[in-house]
């Protein structure tokens, strides 16, 4: 069984700020368990109570419906190099919209994207960190820029256009208001 502490502790807090991915879980009460790889330049620590990363434009929606519907959220990431170690903060989250007023406040950590969905702030309870000697060696190649391109392309208002018709309901069908927490008028 892993070690467990109430907060991330500075070595921990440098593992993290060195990892190329992450893995987000969240689940509500029924339905599918999501569990979302996450990369590029999207993670802060803000302290060691406190995780913020970005969401970008995305096939689904399903951590914003979750955290809507149960708050919980596991943040995990791997040592893919150099000594084993996996290292989870468990804690609760919310979701911060462009019509938030700490958005800019948040936003403002992370490179502009014109893809930048909500910030999410997870609120840490619980932090294990366990030996992971059975994670593969992998070596960093570099970011993908798929998004980045598809997202110019698409422009403000098709980044918004896609909001409405992919982004408003999860898999199970939960809502995600995020037409109404991103300030977007559904008949636009």
């Known amino acids: ?97 462009r019509n938030d007023p700490e958005w800019e406040i948040y936003i403002s950590l992370f490179p502009e994207s014109i893809a930048s969905r909500q910030v999410f702030l997870l609120d840490i309870d619980m932090v294990q960190a366990s030996c992971g000697m059975s994670v593969p060696f992998y070596s960093y190649e570099g970011d993908r820029e798929e998004l980045a391109k598809w997202s110019e392309r698409q422009g403000a208002e098709g980044i918004q256009k896609y909001w409405l018709k992919k982004n408003q309901v999860s898999l199970d069908g939960f809502e995600t208001d995020i037409a109404t927490k991103a300030g977007i008028s559904v008949d636009e």
């Open 1 to 97: 069984m892993g070690q467990t502490t109430k907060s991330l502790n500075d070595k921990q807090i440098s593992f993290i700020e060195q990892q190329k991915i992450y893995f987000v879980g969240t689940a509500a009460d029924s339905g599918t368990v999501n569990v979302s790889p996450k990369g590029g330049d999207s993670l802060r620590v803000i302290n060691n109570k406190t995780l913020a990363w970005l969401n970008l434009t995305g096939s689904g929606n399903e951590s914003a419906a979750h955290v809507m519907k149960d708050a919980r959220m596991t943040v995990m990431w791997c040592a893919f190099e150099g000594a084993p170690l996996i290292l989870r903060a468990y804690g609760q989250a919310r979701a911060l919209h």
